[in-house]
């Protein structure tokens, strides 16, 4: 959270997408949240845990002090991100920083992050999302690579943000994470239609192939050749495979996820 602005109206957006977040990530307890506040200095307020105790959003206040980006993104790296480097429960779980950042309208934006904590993110393997508040530059992040900037707005922000973790989550960034899945209007549905199409055109290939070979079945195969009293017909024998040497349609083995 970012503590710098005097704007208390701002102050009570930050927490709602907080409060939007715990309501969110937590009722699986795979996933953790933590909660750093800044402004020239960072504070670690909440270490990072399955449960979060939204009182102490209660507590926090606006100190109208210095801006310090750098400080929160180096307090979340090396203070909570890498210390997990050396715990194998922790190490691969997913790890996103949803950076808050108010900018000052009476001066100019707030300068993009330096390249070097940039760096220091991805070293820790840290996804960084930043939620802009009033005025932040689209420069911002250019030094952050993978991350995302999110300029507020009341009505899409939260579930931009909530999207933007379920995506990082579904592309498979890092699987051992769990997540609320999302559902959408296909979903589970689409799949099953596949698979009913698949199976009604193997069948279909199938019943057309029986009949083709059941025709010409004891018929033969007639072969014309040219003779001196005009075409004359001869018949060869259609070598047929074996019924038990076909493999049956398994309408079993087709999975639908």
């Known amino acids: 959270m970012d503590l710098s602005s005097s704007s208390n109206d701002i102050l009570q957006k930050q927490k709602k997408i907080i409060r939007s ?52 993104i180096t307090v979340a790296s090396d203070n909570i991100f890498k210390k997990r480097n050396n715990d194998e429960k922790l190490k691969n779980k997913q790890r996103v920083l949803a950076l808050f950042v108010v900018g000052k309208p009476s001066s100019s934006n707030p300068q993009a992050v330096p390249e070097r904590y940039g760096k220091l993110l991805q070293k820790n393997n840290v996804l960084t999302v930043i939620i802009g508040f009033d005025e932040v530059g689209n420069d911002f992040n250019k030094n952050m690579p993978g991350s995302k900037l999110l300029k507020y707005s009341e009505d899409k922000t939260l579930n931009e943000l909530k999207e933007l973790m379920q995506g990082w989550h579904d592309i498979g960034i890092n699987k051992n994470v769990t997540m609320p899945q999302r559902t959408n209007k296909y979903g589970a549905g689409f799949g099953v239609y596949i698979g009913i199409s698949l199976i009604i055109i193997i069948m279909g290939v199938f019943v057309a192939l029986y009949f083709f070979f059941k025709k010409h079945q004891g018929q033969g195969n007639q072969v014309q050749y040219e003779h001196d009293s005009g075409f004359v017909e001869q018949k060869i024998p259609l070598a047929l495979p074996n ?12 999975s639908s996820v």
Do not use: C, H, M
Not at 246 to 254: G, T, Y
């Open 21 to 72: 977040l715990t309501e969110y990530l937590l009722p699986s307890t795979s996933n953790e949240l933590g909660l750093i506040t800044y402004s020239d200095l960072s504070n670690i307020d909440s270490e990072l845990s399955p449960k979060f105790n939204n009182k102490i959003l209660d507590k926090i206040e606006n100190n109208g002090r210095r801006q310090n980006v750098s400080s929160a």
């Open 243 to 254: 019924s038990s040497d076909q493999d049956p349609v398994n309408r079993n083995s087709f």
